[in-house]
């Protein structure tokens, strides 16, 4: 395996106070099944548009953003986002609707585009149980995703972004995944890939809140079934590389226990059509996000898809950047082989692997550290990952090895200092 090396990369200088994106609840209630999925689905359970305004005040008081992600459940069955959509607009953030886009026709997406919707990002993966595309392999789901990224291409003006679960069986097609939005480079601007994560009971640690035993099996993301929940961001790479053997993320956000673990792992590549000239490199991000915030005051979320469009315009950052540099060589190369190549396009797209929580052996908790998917609860800002545990217990649980939690029960001193050398509980 070829290992990622994190001083080789910029760290996104996202934070807890100054992020890129604010993660929104909305509701509760979702249309289709979602293996793993991090919230229980809960029919009608939506929030009144009074409770997201005020946690859109707190967002606004506690947390600067660039724009809101609007979650659930499935945030189209909610009946007032439209105006959801517009009220985020109005406040001058950049709406983006998570879904599934079950409930997503062309009138309904025209009616959120003037509402003022920025962009989607729509979840389709082949452990979904939705109907008409059961068992459909991650490939064959690509005429799915097509079909919203034509649908948004010709409403125009929309941000178009897909995320997929990985699974220890999915994993083999990430790099044809990234083949067909190379394909669909002009409509499709954004790719993440999430490590699949579930806390498997009856292993070695047991759950707690304060010194109080808890049974995490009524969460919605416990599960007693044997499963490969510890994929790596650095295996996605390798597997990305059988393909594409240059591919080179860029930028990075680190765990809050593992400084050397990838939680969010960024790739920004150029290309049209016809292929992959290359890949930006740290200093390409650094300019990026530092200028953004400079200009704006704001980390940049997600660019408007007339700004992707300029890639050319970017090579002008050759003379900073070592990855833009051999970009600008292959671009010119490609205009000596063909001249006519001087009046194609060349687009950015991004490609992002987010690693959720890992838990170590000491039971510590390594989540991502300045996370953008900060959500609210009782006027803070939570794990939005780990939101259940808030709903069901108050706050997030801690996680002790057996033999520790034998000790406590036993009332072994030892047991009881080692307790307390477990990393507190990371709400």
Same mark, same amino acid.
């Given at each position: 395996?070829?290992t990622?090396?994190?001083?080789?990369?910029?760290?996104?200088?996202?934070n807890?106070?100054?992020?890129?994106i604010?993660?929104?609840?909305?509701?509760?209630?979702?249309?289709?099944?979602?293996?793993?999925?991090?919230?229980?689905?809960?029919?009608?359970?939506?929030?009144?548009?009074?409770?997201?305004r005020?946690?859109?005040?707190?967002?606004?008081?506690?947390?600067?953003?660039?724009?809101?992600?609007?979650?659930?459940?499935?945030?189209?069955?909610h009946?007032?986002?439209?105006?959801?959509?517009?009220?985020?607009?109005?406040?001058?953030?950049?709406?983006?609707?998570n879904?599934?886009g079950?409930?997503?026709?062309?009138?309904f997406?025209?009616?959120?585009?003037?509402?003022? /919707?920025f962009?989607?990002?729509?979840?389709?993966?082949?452990?979904q %149980?939705?109907?008409?595309w059961?068992?459909?392999?991650?490939?064959?789901?690509?005429? $799915?995703? $097509?079909?919203?990224?034509?649908?948004l291409?010709?409403?125009?003006?929309?941000?178009?972004?897909?995320?997929?679960?990985?699974?220890?069986?999915?994993?083999?097609?990430?790099?044809?995944?990234?083949?067909?939005?190379?394909?669909?480079?002009d409509i499709?601007?954004?790719?993440?890939f999430?490590?699949?994560?579930?806390?498997?009971?009856?292993?070695?640690?047991?759950?707690?809140?304060?010194?109080?035993?808890?049974?995490?099996a009524e969460?919605?993301?416990?599960?007693r079934?044997?499963?490969?929940?510890?994929?790596?961001?650095?295996?996605?790479?390798?597997?990305?590389r059988?393909?594409?053997p &240059?591919?080179?993320p860029?930028?990075?956000?680190?765990?809050?226990?593992?400084p050397?673990?990838?939680?969010?792992? $960024?790739?920004?590549?150029?290309?049209n059509?016809?292929?992959?000239?290359?890949?930006?490199?740290?200093?390409?991000?650094?300019? /990026?996000?530092?200028?953004?915030?400079?200009?704006?005051? %704001?980390?940049?979320?997600?660019?408007h898809?007339?700004? $992707?469009?300029?890639?050319?315009?970017?090579l002008?950052?050759?003379?900073?950047?070592?990855?833009?540099?051999? /970009?600008?060589?292959?671009?010119?190369?490609?205009?000596?082989?063909?001249?006519?190549?001087?009046?194609?396009?060349?687009?950015?797209?991004?490609?992002?692997?987010?690693?959720?929580? &890992?838990?170590?052996?000491?039971?510590?908790?390594?989540?991502?550290?300045?996370?953008?998917?900060?959500?609210?609860? %009782?006027?803070?800002?939570?794990?939005?990952?780990?939101?259940?545990?808030?709903?069901?217990f108050?706050?997030n649980?801690?996680?002790?090895?057996?033999?520790?939690?034998?000790?406590?029960?036993?009332?072994?001193?030892?047991?009881?200092?080692?307790?307390?050398?477990?990393?507190?509980? /990371?709400?």
């Amino acid at each position: 395996m070829r290992t990622l090396d994190p001083t080789k990369l910029f760290r996104l200088p996202w934070n807890l106070a100054d992020n890129s994106i604010s993660w929104l609840e909305i509701t509760q209630a979702c249309n289709i099944y979602c293996d793993g999925c991090y919230r229980e689905n809960v029919p009608g359970q939506h929030k009144s548009l009074r409770e997201i305004r005020h946690d859109l005040d707190v967002f606004s008081r506690l947390r600067r953003a660039d724009g809101i992600s609007i979650a659930g459940g499935d945030p189209l069955v909610h009946p007032d986002i439209v105006e959801i959509v517009r009220d985020i607009h109005d406040r001058g953030l950049k709406p983006i609707i998570n879904t599934n886009g079950a409930a997503l026709t062309s009138e309904f997406l025209h009616e959120l585009k003037k509402a003022g /919707v920025f962009g989607f990002t729509f979840h389709i993966d082949s452990h979904q %149980k939705r109907p008409h595309w059961k068992d459909k392999t991650e490939l064959e789901l690509n005429e $799915l995703r $097509l079909h919203y990224a034509e649908m948004l291409a010709r409403e125009g003006g929309i941000s178009c972004a897909f995320n997929s679960t990985v699974y220890e069986d999915t994993l083999q097609y990430v790099p044809q995944m990234l083949e067909w939005a190379r394909e669909h480079i002009d409509i499709v601007h954004v790719m993440v890939f999430i490590l699949f994560r579930q806390a498997i009971l009856d292993q070695e640690y047991d759950y707690y809140i304060g010194d109080r035993k808890i049974d995490f099996a009524e969460l919605t993301y416990a599960t007693r079934e044997e499963r490969v929940v510890d994929i790596t961001a650095p295996v996605v790479v390798d597997e990305v590389r059988k393909i594409y053997p &240059d591919f080179s993320p860029c930028a990075f956000l680190n765990g809050t226990e593992d400084p050397d673990t990838y939680k969010w792992l $960024l790739t920004t590549r150029f290309g049209n059509r016809r292929g992959i000239l290359g890949y930006a490199g740290p200093k390409f991000m650094e300019i /990026v996000q530092n200028g953004n915030h400079l200009f704006t005051g %704001k980390y940049l979320a997600y660019a408007h898809p007339r700004i $992707l469009k300029w890639g050319k315009l970017t090579l002008l950052l050759w003379p900073f950047d070592r990855g833009v540099r051999k /970009v600008l060589g292959a671009y010119l190369k490609s205009v000596l082989r063909n001249p006519l190549n001087l009046f194609k396009g060349v687009r950015t797209q991004s490609i992002m692997i987010i690693q959720p929580i &890992d838990i170590g052996e000491d039971g510590s908790a390594n989540m991502c550290d300045g996370c953008p998917d900060m959500t609210v609860w %009782k006027d803070k800002l939570v794990w939005s990952c780990r939101l259940e545990e808030q709903l069901h217990f108050g706050q997030n649980a801690r996680f002790v090895p057996r033999k520790v939690a034998a000790d406590l029960r036993d009332g072994n001193g030892d047991g009881v200092q080692e307790m307390e050398t477990v990393s507190e509980d /990371v709400a």
